[in-house]
């Protein structure tokens, strides 16, 4: 089904991030939650924090985070928090779980992301602070980044006692539309236009008939 012009517009508007925005990625196997807020995003740098979103109810530890992105690198760390635990590979090693991702870089606080240290990893409801990385972000927008984040969590009070989250529940707090509902937008928006379309035709006619 074609779109028009008007409902393409405004699909691209729902989906364009145009300031700060936090995603929530979910646990693969537990309840963990973690967050990804980008403070910017430009086409040679990123500013991001992480943080430790998993209910009180779970204790664990956020003890990495990675990122596979569709770009190449290098990448290079220019900017970290001071007094963190977190160290920037560029070789973090394999996800946990997720065998098909190969990570460009990550903030880790072992030798790896799947071997980390949970003393130093953030608790429940901890935030990193800001990192800055350099390197190619070109054509990516910030959900696209959030889609390919891998964040690791140990000592989780259950069973399995490690986890990795990835994949975007919400977005600043909002859940994150279904396919259906971004067509449900789209066709919205067309009604809008069509409407728009015709009150002009009705109002020019009325002109044209008074002249």
Not at 30 to 39: E, M
Not at 106 to 121: C, D, H, L, R, V
Not at 152 to 170: L, M, W, Y
Not at 177 to 205: C, D, F, H, N, Y
């Amino acid at each position: 089904m074609l779109l028009t012009a008007a409902a393409l517009g405004a699909v691209a508007l729902c989906s364009t991030t145009a300031n700060a925005d936090t995603f929530t990625l979910g646990g693969n196997q537990t309840a963990v939650r973690g967050s990804l807020t980008i403070a910017s995003l430009t086409n040679g740098q990123i500013v991001f924090s992480f943080a430790n979103a998993t209910p009180n109810s779970l204790s664990s530890r956020l003890t990495g985070i990675g990122f596979d992105l569709p770009t190449n690198g290098p990448f290079s760390l220019t900017n970290s928090p001071v007094g963190t635990n977190f160290t920037f590979s560029t070789n973090p090693g394999n996800v946990p779980q997720f065998n098909g991702a190969n990570l460009d870089f990550a903030e880790i606080t072992g030798n790896n992301i799947a071997g980390g240290n949970p003393p130093s990893g953030l608790a429940n409801g901890v935030s990193s602070g800001n990192f800055t990385v350099t390197g190619n972000f070109a054509g990516l927008s910030q959900q696209t980044i959030a889609q390919n984040t891998y964040i690791r969590f140990q000592a989780i009070d259950s069973n399995p006692s490690s986890d990795v989250a990835n994949g975007i529940i919400t977005i600043s707090g909002s859940p994150v539309p279904e396919p259906s509902e971004w067509l449900a937008m789209g066709m919205a928006a067309t009604s809008v236009g069509g409407l728009m379309i015709r009150a002009r035709r009705r109002k020019g006619t009325r002109e044209t008939l008074a002249a």
